[in-house]
């Protein structure tokens, strides 16, 4: 079983940094794809960038160039490094994975992914 569990938000002010991680657990062998959401209550869900096992990623979508995605294979752990951050970051960020199926990122737009954390909340302040 797939297990994902997201650490590192919190409060910070505007123009701080934030490092979220994912650490990961319970995947067989194979490429599998491991991406970065957030979602704000009543928005729909945003995906942010991803990451294969192989190292190969996708985005991030947007943020001017803020945030970066990375991963340390030999701790299962993927990072979404966020700096100057803003107010309109403030969301619930969760992480997710799977198996790769085709492109990341085709998989990673359509946010197709089988396994997701719990999630870690994100509030920049003005």
């Known amino acids: 079983e797939v297990q994902l569990v997201e650490s590192g938000g919190g409060l910070v002010q505007t123009g701080g940094s934030l490092r979220l991680s994912c650490t990961a657990s319970g995947f067989s062998s194979g490429d599998y794809v491991i991406g970065w959401f957030r979602q704000v209550s009543g928005k729909a869900r945003e995906y942010i960038a991803c990451?294969?096992?192989?190292?190969?990623?996708y985005g991030p979508s947007s943020a001017e160039g803020r945030f970066a995605i990375s991963s340390d294979n030999r701790l299962n752990v993927v990072y979404l490094q966020m700096n100057s951050l803003k107010p309109d970051d403030t969301a619930t960020y969760y992480c997710a994975g799977d198996t790769q199926y085709g492109s990341v990122g085709g998989q990673c737009r359509r946010a197709d992914f089988g396994s997701w954390g719990q999630g870690t909340q994100v509030i920049v302040s003005s």
């Open positions: 990451i294969t096992s192989t190292g190969v990623t």
